[in-house]
């Protein structure tokens, strides 16, 4: 092994470790605001929190918890709510950081407020039966694929199907391995399903994190070597490299899906107009590749401001539901 690939693996790792740190912090955070997510929202305003030049502000609202994943979409759309919570409605948001997981138990407990990366019907199935009783799902966002993608490059005659991956010669070309994102994923249970429906005993699924596999990619692809990653849609990396999904003839990995918002039991009483805003919250899909690709190139938080203050009309509707009229023009004379 080189030094430069003893270097790159250490990152790797590193950064696996990193995103796992983040996640258990997450966990912690979750377990110990759950009891104060039980009292009254009386006597959550009514405790006094100090302000910045030490006097206390009895009136002070209580931050709403949103849950999101370290996925570039999640961490956008993720953002750009708590952004317009914040900025429209006036009231407080706080960004938590989970396995999607713990993000399902954690609504349906009141532990969070809500989250938006919610897959259904087929990635996130298993977690959405143990808690639809005990949410309130919003409806779709925006639409997504979840598959296993190859650079263009790769001759689609050879491997066009997640079938052709069976032949070990195939899998030799892609070093017998799959590189993959988190382990607690809805994308990654259906790729340890396809491995077993596929027959590949040649190919071994690697865990890793969203960044690792964007990395993974990014370096086979300088190198011109064939690789296959766990990926889905929208994702900045369709705008950036010649992609395609490997063909999936049985379905393993699901269809076109719809990514929802669900919010705790409660919240629509609690605040209605943050439900309301959620229920109206629609992304175009071209704007957000286009979106998700910029956040890439300089910040989440730039792209995100960005588009916002570039698309005021459909701001004013995600928050008022009034839809501006288009100014009538002048007729012209024949």
Same mark, same amino acid.
């Given at each position: 092994m %080189?030094?430069?690939?003893?270097?790159?693996?250490? *990152?790797?790792?590193?950064? &696996?470790?990193?995103? /796992?740190? @983040?996640?258990?912090?997450?966990?912690?955070?979750?377990? %110990?605001?759950?009891?104060?997510?039980?009292?009254? *929202?009386?006597?959550?305003? &009514?405790?006094?929190? /100090?302000? @910045?030049?030490?006097?206390?502000?009895?009136?002070?609202? %209580?931050?709403?918890?949103?849950?999101w994943t370290a996925w570039s979409d999640a961490d956008v759309v993720s953002?750009?709510?708590?952004?317009?919570?914040?900025?429209?409605?006036?009231?407080?948001?706080d960004r938590v950081m989970a396995d999607i997981g713990i993000q399902y138990e954690a609504v349906a407990r009141g532990d969070l407020d809500m989250m938006l990366m919610a897959?259904?019907?087929?990635?996130?199935?298993?977690?959405?039966?143990?808690?639809?009783?005990?949410?309130?799902?919003?409806?779709?966002?925006?639409?997504?694929?979840?598959?296993?993608?190859?650079?263009?490059?790769?001759?689609?005659?050879?491997v066009g199907s997640i079938n052709d991956l069976a032949k070990p010669k195939i899998a030799q070309l892609f070093s017998n391995k799959i590189q993959g994102i988190d382990p607690g994923s809805g994308l990654m249970q259906a790729s340890e399903k396809?491995?077993?429906?596929?027959?590949?005993?040649?190919?071994?699924?690697?865990?890793?994190?969203?960044?690792?596999?964007?990395?993974?990619?990014?370096?086979?692809i300088r190198d011109n070597r064939w690789v296959v990653v766990t990926s889905w849609t929208p994702h900045w990396m369709f705008a950036r490299y010649q992609l395609r999904f490997l063909q999936d003839p049985k379905r393993v990995l699901g269809g076109i899906e719809g990514i929802h918002a669900i919010t705790r039991i409660g919240l629509d009483q609690d605040h209605p107009?943050?439900?309301?805003?959620?229920?109206?919250?629609?992304?175009?899909e071209n704007q957000l590749d286009a979106l998700l690709l910029?956040?890439?190139?300089?910040?989440?938080?730039?792209?995100?401001?960005?588009?916002?203050?570039?698309?005021?009309?459909?701001?004013?509707?995600?928050?008022?539901?009034t839809i501006e009229e288009a100014a009538p023009t002048a007729s012209t004379k024949r």
């Open positions: %080189t030094i430069n690939n003893r270097w790159r693996n250490r *990152a790797l790792i590193i950064a &696996g470790g990193l995103i /796992a740190l @983040l996640s258990m912090q997450s966990i912690l955070r979750l377990s %110990t605001q759950g009891e104060a997510n039980k009292e009254t *929202a009386s006597e959550k305003q &009514g405790s006094p929190k /100090a302000n @910045l030049d030490g006097s206390q502000n009895s009136n002070k609202q %209580t931050s709403l918890k949103l849950g953002l750009m709510a708590e952004k317009l919570i914040e900025r429209h409605l006036d009231q407080p948001v897959w259904l019907p087929t990635t996130h199935q298993l977690y959405w039966k143990k808690v639809r009783d005990r949410v309130i799902n919003l409806g779709p966002m925006y639409t997504g694929r979840l598959g296993w993608v190859v650079p263009a490059y790769v001759p689609k005659e050879q396809a491995l077993k429906d596929y027959s590949l005993s040649e190919m071994e699924l690697v865990s890793s994190s969203g960044a690792a596999m964007t990395a993974v990619l990014d370096r086979s107009k943050v439900v309301a805003f959620l229920s109206r919250f629609r992304l175009p910029a956040a890439q190139e300089s910040s989440t938080e730039q792209a995100v401001n960005n588009y916002l203050a570039n698309n005021q009309s459909r701001v004013k509707y995600w928050m008022t539901g």
